[in-house]
T-cell receptor, first 111, second 114 residues
Framework: TQLLEQSPQFLSIQEGENLTVYCNSS?????LQWYRQEPGEGPVLLVT?????EVKKLKRLTFQFGDARKDSSLHITAAQTGDTGLYLC???????????FGAGTTVTVRA | EAQVTQNPRYLITVTGKKLTVTCSQN?????MSWYRQDPGLGLRQIYY???????DKGDVPEGYKVSRKEKRNFPLILESPSPNQTSLYFC?????????????FGPGTRLTVT
């Protein structure tokens, strides 16, 4: 199993502020996904990035896959209370379909 | 509505008492999977199934069994639960294996083994 480390573990910000969460590994991944999980629910896929250096935008969320395909970041601009949740990254190893998940970053956006 | 359902949502049981957590999907997905989620450890795959009658071990299969007799159902069986199996369990399904196919998660089953 390939290890994915997410930082920070917890993040609390005021509505309107920006935030960035990170997902790092010593392993190379063929692709990487970001999920958001709300209390009492299962994770929901936000994005999949497959190319080193790739940047994808989803409204106020910007996702980047590192050039070396070992790391990724999620940036939220002008956070809203609806962005509150647990953000998980998951990497697919080369040559197999197995997903390795990070432990997640709990984001709280205060009104 | 396309969804993955799990039952029960909450379960408290005692050590050694066999239990089954059911999982069903209505999207005609071939690939199904079970995960457990523990604080600080993220989601870890227990078992997965590529199709009917095709199951395989994930990263943490010890103490669990699964079966896939029908495409839509993928029950998780704990023959003799122990306290270290206290966890939040998620079933997931996708059209096929791999990140090219979005994985849909159920709402979770919170299991406590005393």
């Amino acid at each position: 199993t390939q290890l994915l480390e997410q930082s920070p573990q917890f993040l609390s910000i005021q509505e309107g502020e920006n935030l960035t969460v990170y997902c790092n590994s010593s392993s190379v991944f063929s692709s990487l996904q970001w999920y958001r999980q709300e209390p009492g629910e299962g994770p929901v896929l936000l994005v999949t990035v497959v190319t080193g250096g790739e940047v994808k935008k989803l409204k106020r969320l910007t996702f980047q896959f590192g050039d070396a395909r070992k790391d990724s970041s999620l940036h939220i601009t002008a956070a809203q209370t609806g962005d509150t949740g647990l953000y998980l990254c998951a990497g697919e190893g080369r040559g197999d379909y197995k997903l390795s998940f990070g432990a997640g970053t709990t984001v709280t956006v205060r009104a | 509505e396309a969804q993955v359902t799990q039952n029960p949502r909450y379960l408290i049981t005692v050590t050694g008492k066999k239990l089954t957590v059911t999982c069903s999907q209505n999207m005609n997905h071939e690939y199904m999977s079970w995960y457990r989620q523990d604080p600080g450890l993220g989601l870890r795959q227990i078992y997965y199934s590529m199709n009917v009658e095709a199951t395989d071990k994930g990263d943490v299969p010890e103490g669990y069994k699964v079966s896939r007799k029908e495409k839509r159902n993928f029950p998780l069986i704990l023959e003799s639960p122990s306290p270290n199996q206290t966890s939040l369990y998620f079933c997931a399904s996708s059209l096929s294996a791999g990140v090219s196919y979005e994985q849909y998660f159920g709402p979770g089953t919170r299991l406590t083994v005393t």
